[in-house]
């Protein structure tokens, strides 16, 4: 049995400087996967441009890759706009079609982790009945954003995401998303992470990564929320991808039977350890 399924779409990622480079979660999760030990599939989709073969090429050193093929892969240009950095969503790629007849070893946990829209709710919910994994976790950035060819990628208030996500997410056993991609609130995380609850009911665990400020952990299975900030904060590197990173991490853990404390825990050492590391 696979320890970890990652499914996701990669990216075509261009930057002001006029370079351009393969990403998106499968590619860092799948890195963050790996450092930690696990052995791990991919499910992605991507074109044949340049950018989007030599990522195909990472995943499959990394583990079993099964590709579906796309005419393009999402592609996002990074823009500034005073002085914070804007997405443009400039290509959208094909849905994900889960390979239901077989190809996937059921894996002990499966990281579902859309870029854009590839991933339906119905494809989610095709994967777990096929595939049964003791565990899934969602990290939900990608079903939250306000997609359109040419315009920057906004978040969706919580009203405009579709009822069948919301019943796919409560079907979740873990979700993990980032206060920076929630319309609500930006200034209370509190406040976010009670209208998530509201939305997701009682079933899955809750994690909201705060940036370099921690994280908030909602177990339904404890009576009350756990507020929590590293004691290390690297600062001046870049971030992207440290959500995928914690995502992966805790993925791992929970397959290994620790506890949903204990693995946000060993999560957030390695988002410590994989920041720290873009210091050389």
Known sequence: MSELLIVGGLTIDRFTDGQSAPGGSVLHAGLAAVQEGAAVT??????????????????????????????????????????????????????????????????????????ADEL?????????????PACTVLLIQGWLRRLELGSPVRPLPLDV??????????????????????????????????????????????????????????????????????????EGVPTVGAGDTFGAALAVHLSRGNNVTAAARAATERVIHVLDARRS
């Open 42 to 115: 991919f499910l992605t989709v991507a074109g044949d441009e340049p950018e989007a073969v030599e990522g195909l090429a990472r995943l499959a050193t990394l583990g079993t890759l099964i590709h579906q093929p796309s005419a393009t892969t999402t592609t996002y240009r990074h823009d500034e706009s005073k002085g914070r950095r804007v997405l443009m969503y400039d290509a959208a790629t094909a849905h994900i079609e889960p390979p239901i007849a077989g190809g996937i070893e059921p894996p002990q946990v499966a990281l579902l982790a859309p870029i």
């Open 120 to 132: 339906p709710a119905a494809a989610v919910d095709m994967l777990r009945a096929a595939l049964r």
């Open 161 to 234: 995401v579709a009822p069948e996500l919301w019943a796919t997410f409560s079907r979740a056993d873990a979700i993990v998303v980032s206060t920076e991609d929630l319309a609500e609130a930006p200034e209370d995380p509190f406040a976010q992470a009670a209208a998530l609850r509201a939305r997701l009911g009682p079933v899955p665990v809750l994690v909201l990564t705060l940036g370099t400020e921690g994280y908030l952990l909602d177990d339904p299975a404890a009576d009350r929320l756990v507020a929590t900030m590293p004691r290390v904060v690297v």
